[in-house]
Nanobody, 113 residues
Framework: QVQLVESGGGLVQAGGSLRLSCAAS????????MGWYRQGPGKQRELVAT???????NYADSVKGRFTISRDNAKNTVYLQMNSLKPEDTDVYYC???????WGQGTQVTVSS
C-alpha cells in the first residue's frame, strides 16, 4: 500500500522559514505529479504548489515568490521550502501524489505574529 509521510511542520514566527518533506513509499514516484495543499478549520483544501515529473512548477498566487516546491526522485521525496511566512499561512499542509491519488496525513504549520 502506497503511503505519503509528511514532516517538517511546526511553530515559527512571522518572517521565518520552514521546509516540509513528503516521502513516498511506492513505485512510479518519478512519473507522478506531486502537490502540496493546505486546509484550515472550516475552509476548503486549497492548492499551494505542484511539480510535474519533468520539474515544471505551479504556485498559488498567495505563495508565489515565497514558497518553492522541488523533488528528489532518487529519494522518492518532494519538498516545500517556505520563506517569509505569514500568520495567514497557518494551516495543515498535505502532500498529494497524482499517480496513486493518495494523500498524506498532514503536518501542522503555525505562524505567530
Amino acid at each position: 500500500q502506497v503511503q505519503l509521510v509528511e514532516s517538517g511542520g511546526g511553530l515559527v514566527q512571522a518572517g521565518g522559514s520552514l521546509r516540509l518533506s513528503c516521502a513516498a513509499s511506492g513505485s512510479f514516484f518519478r512519473i507522478s505529479v506531486m502537490g502540496w495543499y493546505r486546509q484550515g478549520p472550516g475552509k476548503q483544501r486549497e492548492l499551494v504548489a505542484t511539480i510535474t515529473a519533468g520539474g515544471r512548477t505551479n504556485y498559488a498566487d498567495s505563495v508565489k515568490g515565497r514558497f518553492t516546491i522541488s523533488r528528489d526522485n532518487a529519494k522518492n521525496t518532494v519538498y516545500l521550502q517556505m520563506n517569509s511566512l505569514k500568520p495567514e499561512d497557518t494551516d495543515v499542509y498535505y502532500c498529494y501524489a497524482d499517480v496513486w491519488r493518495v494523500w498524506g496525513q498532514g503536518t501542522q504549520v503555525t505562524v505567530s505574529s
